[in-house]
């Protein structure tokens, strides 16, 4: 039996394709919710089933990621003790908590399987801790599906097991792709975006790296680039002081569920963001993206000509969204859980 986590909505938006293909093929699996975000599973219930298991009081105001790791660690503990059925344990991308859960299943022998594998930066600290993380889950895992070939090569060149590698591509492309063709477009998002015309660009800013200096002074340059441009603004709950620090003629919108970015993406004129996921979700809208980070893991955004890494220069980037647009080939993928059902099969 599959035993299939999540705790974050970038974790469920692209594992929650994987659990269709699951119940589809009637594969036998269980799934945990490990809790970071509580309300989670409820803008997602019409997705996926009732986790099986929920990780209670695992989040907490300004806690380290000590305290985060060993809460996850003995929470997940008793569960497989008493689960002897679990044969493996499917953890997606690089959050503490699929590297915790990942070690706790190392110490029980109970084999990984890690969804969205060999990402790097080459780079420890950026993003911290997510860097650090994935190259510990590629230690520990025993199955590696990798979203691009240039993920495949991180791993090969790390002394990985090439048996365990496969190229399967990155399930943001079902992800994506399942919303935009079965879903409406919400009718709040309809109203706003026919007032300005669909004429937009859509910014979210919110890594650990770039709080503090760095933060204010691209907010500095949204709100002058607000006098000649339409932005719409998606805020971060650990960054409020943005809804003071931006100006009025910025749309600034609490965080949306995943239907209503998904065609607040289509519908832009591009995107701003120093967010990993959006690298991603740009390319299968086909929308140009300039990405305000250092580095990044996801080359493939930036060599299609789709995105452009700008650390947090945006004003002298914005003409990167005039010039012509990249290769319409999207380096992601297609109908990657088909190949990762196939595979595990």
Partial sequence: MYLICYGTRPEIIKLFPLIKKFKENKRKFKTLFSGQHKDLYEKFKDLIPKPDYILNNIMEHNQTLNKLCSK?????????????????????????????????AFHH??????????????????????????????????????????????????????????????TVVDSFNYIYNNSKIPKNIYNLIKNIKNNYYLVTLHRRENRGEKMFNMWKQLNNLSEKYNIIYITHPSLQESKDYLNNKIIKLDPQDYISM????????????????????????????????????????????????????????INFFKEKAGNLVNPYGENVCDKIIKILK
């Fill in 109 to 170: 022998k109970i084999k990984v399987i890690h969804l969205e594998a060999g990402l790097r930066t080459h780079n420890k600290l950026s993003p911290y801790p997510e860097e650090m993380n994935r190259c510990l889950i590629s230690k520990i895992a025993n199955i590696h599906l990798c979203p691009t070939s240039i993920s495949v090569k991180n791993l090969i060149n790390e002394g990985i097991n090439n048996n365990n590698i496969y190229l399967v591509g990155n």
């Fill in 262 to 317: 998904i065609f607040l993406i289509k519908n832009s004129k591009g995107i701003i963001t120093d967010s990993g996921g959006l690298q991603e979700e740009s390319v299968c809208a086909k929308k140009k993206v300039l990405i305000c980070r250092d580095t990044t893991e996801r080359p493939e955004t930036i060599d299609s000509k789709w995105g452009k890494l700008i650390n947090t220069n945006i004003i002298n980037n």
């Fill in 72 to 104: 996850i660690l003995l929470a997940i503990d008793n569960i497989l003790l008493n689960e002897k059925e679990i044969k493996y344990i499917i953890v997606q991308g690089d959050t503490t908590t699929a590297y915790s859960i990942a070690l706790s």
